[in-house]
């Protein structure tokens, strides 16, 4: 079968995994349904093929999306910010110290492996890091891939079962309807700030992009519109198919142990990440689950719709976890190099 008949194939099953996830009324369905539906069909080796090429577009709707909930008086709130932002530091940390050690000594990874497979970076940027420090790539993209969805998965139906909140959906009506100007300029937004995000060199460059440039259009009042809701839920079957195919050609024996491992760890991490939550409600008076989905071990994208759909502050869980990826990113090589390096040192 050739590709463009593999990528049909592939969105249709996460099509109809979606609309199976909307018709039971399960946490975000879409996106969740989707990656559920062709995570299973990877793994049982049918011939789907990841929409890779629309990614970059579909993480801009996304972002334009989460720019939207960018309202004015952010501003207001940013300076009570610092403290959670330091908490946020604290909590990376001691998730490095308790997540890396299990990875090496209930995962049986090397320790070069474990490190980049237990830092709670982005997927993409461990890799890279990791594989040109001398880890194992397999690993890391199952830890990392594996931790993003049992994430999703645990935040999502933790909030509907046990808080009972709505996670159908995260899309909400703008208040005033989308014009010819306002679709212009929301389009304008994704187009512009994904060159951006490329230009500044950003993490995500297409989904952070977009985000900074509807957050300021919305912030400044420039518009108040947001993507219709077609759109939205496309967006999110693709995402969703996306991460579903991450798991072609790895067997079910292979998956099984990891994505036990991977349960372990992410458990561990959200035990961390609503410590962190207490410290920051107690701390700001954040809400609680706000906080959590701030410090929760999933991607920037995925966690952005889950606040949106609770009705949560998007702008405090997008910041949070632009810091966390920061911080990773730039101490986490430092940090290996003097630890590799300090026994060895006269």
């Known amino acids: 079968m050739n590709a463009p008949l593999r990528i049909g194939l592939g969105l249709t099953i996460g099509t109809a995994g979606g609309a199976a ?3 039971l009324a399960l946490p975000l369905p879409w996106m969740l349904g989707a990656l559920f539906a062709t995570m ?5 080796d049918a011939p789907v093929l990841a929409p890779a090429r629309a990614r970059p577009a579909v993480v801009a709707v996304i972002g334009v999306l989460l720019g939207s909930r960018f309202m004015p008086d952010v501003l207001e709130q940013a300076a009570a910010w610092i403290g959670t932002v330091a908490i946020l530091s604290a909590y990376v940390v001691v998730v490095a110290l308790v997540v890396v050690p299990f990875y090496r000594f209930v995962g049986r990874l090397d320790w070069v492996t474990a490190y980049f497979a237990g830092m709670p970076g982005g997927l993409s940027e461990m890799i890279e890091i990791g594989e ?3 880890a194992k790539p397999a690993p890391i993209i199952l830890a990392h891939s594996l931790r993003i969805v049992v994430t999703i998965a645990l935040i999502a139906f933790w909030f509907r079962v046990v808080e009972g909140k709505d996670v159908g959906t995260p899309f909400s009506p703008s208040a005033t309807p ?3 100007m306002d679709a212009a300029v929301l389009l304008a937004s994704a187009v512009l700030g994904s060159l951006l995000g490329k230009w500044l060199r950003f993490p995500a460059p297409t989904f952070l992009g977009p ?3 509807s957050a300021l259009l919305h912030l400044t009042s ?3 519109s947001v993507p219709p809701p077609l759109l939205v839920n496309t967006a999110q079957v693709i995402l969703g198919t996306v991460l579903g195919c991450r798991f072609l050609g790895i067997g079910l024996r292979t998956l099984a142990p990891a994505a036990a491992l991977s349960v372990g760890a992410t458990v561990l991490t959200l035990g961390l990440a609503f410590a962190g939550g207490m410290a920051m409600q107690g701390l700001t008076g954040v809400r609680i689950d706000q906080a959590l989905l701030a410090l929760a071990p999933g991607g920037l994208t995925e966690m952005g719709l ?4 609770i009705h949560a502050d998007v702008a405090f869980v997008a910041l949070h976890h ?10 986490a090589p430092l940090a290996f190099r003097f630890f590799v390096t300090r026994p060895s040192d006269p």
Do not use: D, M
């Open 21 to 23: 996830f909307y018709l």
């Open 40 to 44: 299973f069909a990877a793994v049982a």
């Open 132 to 134: 040109a420090n001398g």
């Open 178 to 180: 989308l014009s010819g």
């Open 211 to 213: 985000l900074l440039v």
């Open 222 to 224: 420039v518009t108040q």
């Open 306 to 309: 889950i606040a949106l759909a």
């Open 322 to 331: 632009v810091v966390r990826i920061l911080f990773v990113i730039i101490l």
